[in-house]
């Protein structure tokens, strides 16, 4: 018989949460910060691949990847090699004072990667959050103006520039008092429940009337914006996909006025939705990338990528301790390889695939309102009512418990999303039992709706 971590697919052997579990989740309440949100009593004890084995000995088919974290999957050996290979050698001396091989090796394979043939540089921090961070600074020292456009349902983080940006959730921004000025948020093209009727591919084009007829007209002269970012697939959002023509349009509107065009591929990004950058997707060429998340296979890292002509700031002008930590930067080098060589490739031919499983769901199950994104980033919308369109939060947390109790790992995002981000070296086996897994618990949550 098979371990634990051998298996492909879930094997439960306690009921949930086991008995180690719950002294954990007893010291857990005890001593740790209440501001975590879990979704349900998980304690991870390893994991292998797709699979994440609890303290109890329960085995999971992880198809959360740690918040889309977990590009190569769990413990991936040429991962865990390069880890302890540079971890025998050097940990740590601090890139911003002192010199790496290793960091312009990364950087330039990063560089290369990006949409556009201006050459790229790249400074390296610890999270998404601080790639946002650094991404406002770049853009307002580059263009010396200090305004922001972001849109509304965005998630770039919870430091408070970043949090100034982000507009998801206002308990995520209640109790903090006053953010960044010079700040403005315009709505995001959802087109499920686009308010002019469009399609996936037509819906914003009334945003972009209201950007140039409204905000550069009555709030913001254009010549006074910084930056104006976006993510190509709303994470925290919904997991919700901009137009192409949208994305291109703002391109045209940022280069006319001088703007930086900012995208934020933290979530989106690596390899996610089959190319390395969900912009790709659109044929559009950014100023500034922010990425984080899968760029080190669970290691804390983030990076901010931008033309040669755009980060140009002086010696000083932004620093980091940890970032680009020689460790991180083994790994992130050794992920890189893996998504090049094949999980990209994997990503969307397994992602083609569920999508093909999940074509006629709208029409199956009564309270699946929508199926959306690229790739393996993936965003069930569940609703009340599909004429409505009435979001059912409680359905979808429900649908999130039924799966973690039936041994699958799934998150929500935005109000009433399922979202699935698994590992990008899912198979077609472990796609199946997902699928299957889910249709189980929509059927249990219709009964009871």
Same mark, same amino acid.
Not at 102 to 121: C, D, H, V
Not at 183 to 211: F, K, V
Not at 257 to 277: A, L
Not at 282 to 288: L, T
């Given at each position: 018989?098979?371990?634990?971590?051998?298996?492909?697919?879930?094997?439960?052997v306690?009921?949930?949460?086991g008995?180690?579990?719950?002294?954990?989740?007893?010291?857990?309440?005890?001593?740790?910060?209440?501001?975590?949100?879990?979704d349900?009593?998980?304690? !991870?004890?390893?994991?292998?691949?797709?699979?994440?084995?609890?303290?109890?000995?329960?085995?999971?088919?992880?198809? $959360?990847?740690? *918040?889309?974290?977990?590009?190569?999957?769990?413990?991936?050996?040429?991962?865990? !090699?390069a880890?302890?290979?540079?971890? $025998?050698?050097?940990?740590?001396?601090?890139?911003?004072?002192?010199?790496?091989?290793?960091?312009?090796?990364?950087?330039?394979?990063?560089?290369?990667?990006?949409?556009?043939?201006?050459?790229?540089k790249?400074?390296?921090?610890?999270?998404?959050? %601080?790639?946002?961070?650094?991404?406002?600074?770049?853009?307002?020292? $580059?263009?010396?103006?200090?305004?922001?456009i972001?849109?509304?349902g +965005?998630?770039?983080?919870?430091?408070?520039?970043?949090l100034?940006l982000?507009?998801?959730?206002s308990?995520?921004?209640?109790? =903090?008092?006053?953010?960044?000025?010079?700040?403005?948020?315009?709505?995001?093209?959802?087109?499920?429940? +686009? $308010?002019?009727?469009?399609?996936a591919e037509?819906?914003?084009?009334?945003?972009? %009337?209201?950007?140039?007829?409204?905000?550069?007209?009555?709030?913001?002269?254009?010549?006074?914006?910084?930056?104006?970012?976006?993510?190509?697939?709303?994470? %925290?959002?919904?997991?919700?996909?901009?137009?192409?023509?949208?994305?291109?349009?703002?391109? @045209?509107?940022? @280069?006319?006025?001088?703007?930086?065009?900012?995208?934020?591929?933290?979530?989106?990004?690596?390899?996610?939705?089959?190319?390395?950058?969900? +912009?790709?997707?659109?044929?559009?060429?950014?100023?500034?990338?922010?990425? &984080?998340?899968?760029?080190?296979?669970?290691?804390?890292?983030?990076?901010?990528?931008?033309?040669?002509?755009?980060?140009?700031?002086?010696?000083?002008?932004?620093?980091?301790? =940890?970032?680009?930590?020689?460790? +991180?930067?083994?790994?992130?080098?050794?992920?890189?390889?893996?998504?090049?060589?094949?999980?990209?490739?994997?990503a969307?031919?397994?992602?083609?695939?569920?999508?093909g @499983?999940?074509?006629?769901?709208?029409?199956?199950?009564? *309270?699946?309102?929508?199926?959306?994104? @690229?790739?393996?980033?993936?965003?069930?919308e569940?609703?009340?009512?599909?004429?409505?369109?009435?979001?059912?939060?409680?359905?979808?947390? !429900?649908?999130?418990?039924?799966?973690?109790?039936?041994?699958?790992?799934? #998150?929500?995002?935005?109000?009433?999303?399922?979202? #699935?981000?698994?590992?990008?070296?899912?198979?077609?086996?472990?796609?199946?039992?997902?699928? &299957?897994?889910?249709?189980?618990?929509?059927r249990?949550?219709?009964?009871?709706?």
């Amino acid at each position: 018989m098979p371990t634990t971590l051998e298996v492909k697919t879930p094997r439960l052997v306690t009921a949930l949460p086991g008995p180690n579990a719950k002294r954990v989740l007893e010291q857990d309440a005890k001593f740790m910060s209440p501001s975590y949100t879990r979704d349900y009593p998980l304690v !991870a004890k390893r994991g292998r691949g797709a699979i994440v084995e609890d303290v109890d000995g329960n085995a999971f088919l992880d198809f $959360a990847a740690g *918040i889309a974290v977990c590009s190569t999957g769990h413990c991936h050996p040429k991962v865990v !090699a390069a880890i302890q290979k540079q971890a $025998a050698e050097l940990i740590h001396m601090s890139g911003t004072d002192f010199y790496y091989e290793s960091m312009p090796q990364l950087a330039e394979r990063l560089g290369r990667t990006m949409p556009g043939t201006e050459s790229k540089k790249v400074f390296f921090t610890n999270s998404g959050t %601080e790639a946002i961070e650094g991404a406002i600074k770049l853009a307002r020292y $580059a263009t010396k103006r200090d305004k922001l456009i972001a849109f509304y349902g +965005c998630f770039h983080g919870r430091s408070m520039g970043a949090l100034s940006l982000t507009a998801s959730k206002s308990t995520q921004r209640k109790g =903090f008092g006053a953010l960044l000025s010079g700040i403005e948020h315009i709505p995001y093209p959802y087109a499920y429940r +686009c $308010a002019h009727g469009h399609t996936a591919e037509t819906c914003g084009a009334e945003i972009l %009337e209201q950007l140039e007829g409204q905000i550069f007209k009555r709030l913001f002269d254009p010549e006074d914006v910084a930056g104006i970012i976006i993510e190509p697939i709303q994470g %925290e959002g919904g997991y919700v996909p901009a137009p192409k023509f949208f994305l291109q349009e703002l391109q @045209r509107i940022c @280069r006319q006025h001088g703007i930086m065009f900012i995208v934020d591929e933290v979530q989106s990004g690596m390899g996610r939705t089959g190319k390395w950058w969900a +912009c790709e997707h659109a044929g559009i060429e950014p100023d500034i990338l922010c990425s &984080a998340k899968g760029i080190a296979s669970g290691m804390p890292l983030g990076a901010i990528i931008a033309k040669e002509s755009v980060m140009r700031w002086k010696p000083g002008s932004h620093g980091t301790t =940890f970032g680009g930590n020689p460790v +991180c930067i083994a790994a992130a080098l050794a992920t890189m390889d893996l998504i090049e060589s094949e999980y990209m490739e994997n990503a969307r031919r397994v992602g083609d695939y569920i999508f093909g @499983r999940m074509a006629e769901w709208t029409k199956k199950f009564k *309270i699946v309102g929508d199926v959306r994104g @690229r790739g393996l980033m993936i965003g069930i919308e569940i609703v009340r009512d599909q004429r409505t369109k009435e979001k059912a939060a409680d359905l979808r947390n !429900a649908i999130v418990d039924l799966a973690f109790h039936k041994g699958l790992l799934v #998150l929500g995002a935005g109000e009433n999303t399922i979202r #699935l981000s698994p590992p990008l070296l899912i198979d077609q086996e472990q796609a199946d039992f997902a699928v &299957a897994t889910l249709e189980d618990c929509f059927r249990e949550a219709e009964k009871k709706a």
